[in-house]
């Protein structure tokens, strides 16, 4: 049996503390690190192992082991400290640096300390807002790569009764159908003989340009 991974959150925010919930109840063990004790005292009756430090002394990061953790996510808005615990990290050899960016510049900086990972919440959040806002049909939108991007939609009408074969998804739009959700049931890479219904949910992979063909139709 695989060992589960371990996770550090250094930095218990809104986004740091959200993130440290969710992992453990996923049944992850989590280390969550803040320097305001008011904080590690708020979260304390929530999360599992919650400590209060300054994540720029070393001596503390290497009393909590955090070389025994396999994924160190970085949420601190402090530049100073978040660069600062990226590099002693990287000395630490943490396979996994994660680090939530204030800016490009921090970002870029971060990642020549070792950070492996960079996080944009507010930036992707926005662009995912913006998509949805201006394609209504879209219910959303991530971005995986420079020109790799993933919408999942509602089917319409001219979808419905249609196999997958004979839509103009791929051809026309140059959209390739991942997925699709139908009630309680996923069906993942549909055949090309699979008729749409009303109510399916559609995940479909394609470029920028692709995607923008598809919502302007």
Do not use: W
Not at 69 to 86: G, H, P, W
Not at 140 to 161: K, M, P, R, T
Request: net charge negative; glycine share 6%.
């Amino acid at each position: 049996m695989n060992k589960k991974k371990q996770f550090a959150i250094l930095g218990l925010g809104r986004f740091g503390a959200s993130l440290a919930i969710a992992l453990e109840n996923m049944g992850y063990e989590v280390l969550c690190v803040d320097l305001d004790e008011r904080v590690v005292e708020r979260l304390s009756g929530t999360l599992s192992r919650v400590v209060s430090f300054d994540i720029r002394d070393a001596k503390a990061l290497a009393q909590v082991g955090i070389d025994s953790f396999d994924t160190v996510v970085i949420t601190s808005k402090n530049l100073e400290s978040s660069l600062m615990a990226t590099m002693l990290c990287k000395e630490q050899k943490v396979p996994e640096i994660i680090v939530k960016a204030i800016d490009e510049r921090h970002a870029e900086m971060a990642t020549r300390l070792g950070a492996t990972q960079m996080i944009f919440s507010e930036r992707d959040m926005a662009r995912r807002l913006a998509k949805h806002l201006s394609s209504p049909n879209v219910l959303d939108y991530i971005e995986i790569d420079a020109d790799i991007n993933v919408i999942s939609f509602y089917a319409e009408e001219e979808l419905q009764g249609k196999k997958l074969q004979d839509t103009d998804l791929r051809s026309k739009y140059g959209l390739n159908v991942i997925a699709i959700i139908r009630s309680s049931e996923t069906i993942i890479t549909p055949p090309p003989a699979f008729v749409f219904q009303e109510g399916d949910k559609v995940f479909a992979v394609g470029s920028s340009a692709a995607l923008a063909k598809f919502e302007n139709k």
